[in-house]
């Protein structure tokens, strides 16, 4: 069974950092395109990042220059760093491998003084 655990959500600051982590269980990561989506409350669930086979990223524009997504495919491991967080950030943010319509359970990142 293919399953994608998350971590690194939490509370913080306006203009703080943080990294979140996806792994995977059963699966050959480097075979597929891995995203962060995020889902804010009463919200669609949106696209945030996605890094492809070949390393090539794709992000959301309100993101850009905030936000890095990087894969660790001996690692089975995919990374989203994000700086200088606003409010706005605040959602659910779920790993996934879209292409196979998996998902994560979520992490939550509040952003809020």
């Known amino acids: 069974q293919v399953q994608l655990v998350e971590s690194g959500g939490g509370l913080v600051e306006p203009g703080g950092s943080l990294r979140l982590s996806c792994t995977t269980i059963g699966i050959i990561f480097s075979n597929y395109v891995v995203s962060w989506f995020r889902q804010a409350p009463g919200q669609k669930r949106v696209l945030v990042a996605s890094?492809?086979?070949?390393?090539?990223?794709l992000y959301k524009d309100s993101v850009k220059g905030r936000c890095t997504i990087s894969r660790d495919d001996a690692k089975n491991m995919v990374v989203l760093e994000m700086n200088n967080l606003t409010p706005d950030d605040t959602a659910i943010y779920y790993c996934?491998?879209?292409?196979?319509?998996?998902w994560g359970q979520g992490t939550q990142v509040t952003v809020s003084s």
């Open positions: 890094v492809f086979g070949n390393s090539n990223t």
């Open positions: 996934a491998l879209p292409g196979i319509n998996v």
